[in-house]
């Protein structure tokens, strides 16, 4: 059964991805899963279950593909699913976890490619050199990280997925804007999420558990940041590249409700705010409107501040 067709009062029997789940204790004191669930179509619904035991909390985490049964319910006018039993899938079930993982739409191999390519070109031997130490000491990481655990590019390979397409966007803008310095732009478009590795728990499935002790207290911009002067410490790395670098990771949020205590003080900074943006808001713009039918409106999306989507009924 398909996450999108279901209706509220349904009956749901069907197999589904467990995206996050959060165990939590409700006001009568038992527990109860708090989860997020795909489809094989990567549709996305929240499901509950109820006073779960303390073996269920080992068996059903992050990452797992269930066969459920439940009843679709509304809820702050959002269907979920709550499930009434819920059992892992085995081998009389003939279906593939690996059907129900999004993944990224370009080759892993090659966007690391187009990245260490890039590093390659780079004119600046100091920017050059710490980019690639950074950037190849997390490569392993990036073949499966998300870029989140629920908003843009929540996917496996997300996070490799995001830089990849901010540096082809960053190359567009550069021959637009000639002054700008390109090893600079894109040595900040490589770097300015790579903290996310050591701020969340992912699963080989790009799955977020949760957010590490290091994540919650510090955020991966204050975690570049320090990563960075270790670095660039330990490699001699010219000081004023080193802030420069330090600066466009500080600012890359541009507000300081949303991490960054200062906005950016040059174009390349300036730039790497709005490509961040453009790509953040495309990718989710574009997983809304697949949603939905030609000639309608999404639900509010409070990624995007609130707003309904429209899709075009023409091609």
């Not at 509950?48 to 059903?60: C, F, L, N, R």
């Not at 728990?201 to 790009?206: E, K, L, P, R, T």
Request: hydrophobic share 35%; with cysteine.
């Amino acid at each position: 059964m398909e996450i999108k067709s279901v209706q509220k009062g349904q009956d749901y029997l069907g197999y589904l991805f467990i995206k996050s789940q959060m165990t939590k204790t409700a006001t009568n004191g038992s527990r109860y899963f708090n989860m997020v669930m795909n489809d094989v179509n990567f549709d996305e619904i929240d499901a509950k279950k109820w006073d779960v035991k303390p073996e269920d909390e080992a068996i059903y985490t992050n990452g797992k593909l269930v066969k459920i049964k439940g009843k679709v319910q509304e809820f702050n006018n959002r269907l979920q699913l709550i499930v009434s039993k819920m059992r892992l899938v085995d081998e009389n079930d003939e279906v593939s976890i690996d059907d129900y993982i999004e993944t990224v739409p370009v080759n892993i191999d090659e966007m690391i490619g187009y990245i260490n390519d890039t590093i390659d070109d780079f004119t600046n031997s100091d920017i050059k050199t710490i980019a690639s130490r950074i950037f190849n000491d997390q490569v392993g990481h990036l073949s499966y990280f998300p870029a989140a655990k629920k908003h843009h590019h929540a996917i496996k390979g997300g996070l490799l997925y995001h830089t990849y397409s901010m540096l082809r966007i960053g190359k567009s803008l550069a021959g637009i804007y000639p002054f700008i310095n390109k090893d600079l732009l894109y040595a900040g478009v490589i770097l300015h999420d790579i903290g996310k590795i050591n701020e969340m728990v992912s699963d080989a499935n790009g799955s977020v558990s949760d957010y590490t002790p290091e994540g919650k207290l510090l955020g991966h911009i204050t975690q570049e940041i320090v990563d960075l002067e270790i670095v660039g410490s330990e490699l001699g790395t010219d000081p004023e590249c080193l802030m420069l670098l330090k600066h466009m990771i500080l600012s890359h949020h541009y507000q300081p409700e949303f991490g960054s205590p200062k906005r950016p003080m040059f174009p390349e900074a300036e730039l790497l705010h709005h490509i961040d943006m453009i790509d953040a808001r495309m990718y989710t713009m574009e997983k809304a409107i697949d949603r939905i039918e030609p000639g309608t409106f999404t639900e509010p999306n409070w990624s995007l501040d609130g707003i309904s989507l429209y899709r075009r009924s023409f091609e």
